[in-house]
């Protein structure tokens, strides 16, 4: 298992959390303080309501205190900002990987009526359009590319 | 000020706002009172084999229908975090599924989410509150004052930022718009 990793998935129930028995779940509001008690913890659905910069830096507090992380969500945009990123479908794993390569399945992730991050949509379809050449995370960049 | 306050008319309104199911996970869902049953589960496609599950066993999606489908006879039907519940698939089924609900049954609905995306073709007005106060309300996603409440979504973004210096693809909400626009531009 990685140390910061991402779960996506739209059709979850807790059940899939017994396959991470070490991990302490917090699925609700939470003090950063409080993350220290524990070496390893999941995050089920608790980050939903942040933005991306406050996720950030949690995962920076964590990283530097040496705290795994799983962040279970469905908002495929949350997974770029883990390198390793776990598909489910319902309690199978469907794939699992790098984030961007597993993202670029857009086909089954579709499947799953998981919607591709906004970035990651935009570019496949500016490719598709001969557009640009490559995925671009980055709002510069892909202006760059684009336009300059 | 009550939430069913801030609306007057038939229609749905979006509210920038936390949402907490008021559901006792505790029940099972066979005790929960839905009127006509059977209909209102083919209705948000829910299958049978969960009426004799515990609500703490459903998944967020099956919550938020059940959410629902419970509130239906209300004469003002409030729900929330089809962000979080639903994913795109289910969100735009569920959003012509509330759009029918009004135009068809003139139901006044409230939708409660933390993500304004949400409202994207589904709402009149967004308002955003802080417990019994309205503080602020709009009608365009492109108001800069409303992201002072809410996380702005990507696609809004994006346009402001390739727009800044100067004015490239126009305002929208819909990504195939969006690329179609771009095209015009840089071709």
């Known amino acids: 298992m990685k140390t910061s990793v991402t779960i996506l998935s739209t059709n979850l129930n807790k059940n899939i959390l017994k396959n991470y028995p070490h991990y302490y779940i917090i699925d609700g509001n939470f003090l950063m303080e409080d993350l220290l008690k524990y070496s390893q913890v999941i995050f089920w659905h608790s980050l939903n309501n942040k933005g991306e910069e406050e996720i950030k830096k949690i995962y920076q507090f964590l990283n530097n205190n040496q705290i795994d992380f799983i962040n279970v969500t469905n908002n495929s945009e949350e997974a770029l900002l883990t390198n390793y990123l776990i598909i489910y479908d319902r309690d199978k794993i469907l794939i699992e990987g790098n984030t961007l390569e597993v993202l670029k399945e857009e086909k089954l992730l579709k499947r799953l009526g998981i919607s591709l991050p906004f970035m990651v949509e935009l570019s496949l379809l500016l490719k598709d359009y001969d557009l640009i050449k490559d995925i671009y995370l980055d709002y510069e960049k892909l202006e760059g590319a684009l336009w300059n | ?187």
């Open chain 2, 1 to 187: 000020m009550e939430l069913k306050d801030i609306l007057k008319e038939e229609g749905i309104v979006g509210v920038i706002s936390q949402y907490e199911f008021s559901l006792d996970l505790n029940k099972k869902v066979s005790s929960i009172e839905i009127k006509n049953r059977d209909k209102a589960f083919q209705m948000v496609n829910l299958p049978n084999n969960i009426k004799e599950k515990y609500l703490q066993d459903l998944t967020l999606s099956e919550l938020f229908k059940i959410d629902l489908i419970s509130k239906l006879d209300e004469e003002i039907i409030i729900i929330g975090n089809i962000s979080g519940c639903l994913n795109f698939k289910e969100a735009e089924f569920i959003k012509k599924l509330l759009l029918k609900l009004v135009t068809v049954y003139h139901k006044k609905i409230i939708v409660i989410d933390s993500s304004v995306q949400t409202f994207f073709n589904l709402v009149k007005k967004i308002v955003v509150i802080n417990g019994k106060n309205i503080l602020y309300e709009t009608d365009n996603f492109y108001d800069d004052d409303l992201y002072k409440y809410a996380k702005i979504p990507k696609i809004i973004e994006f346009v402001k930022f390739v727009n800044q210096d100067k004015k490239r693809i126009n305002k929208t909400t819909d990504i195939h718009e969006l690329i179609k626009d771009i095209y015009r531009s840089v071709s």
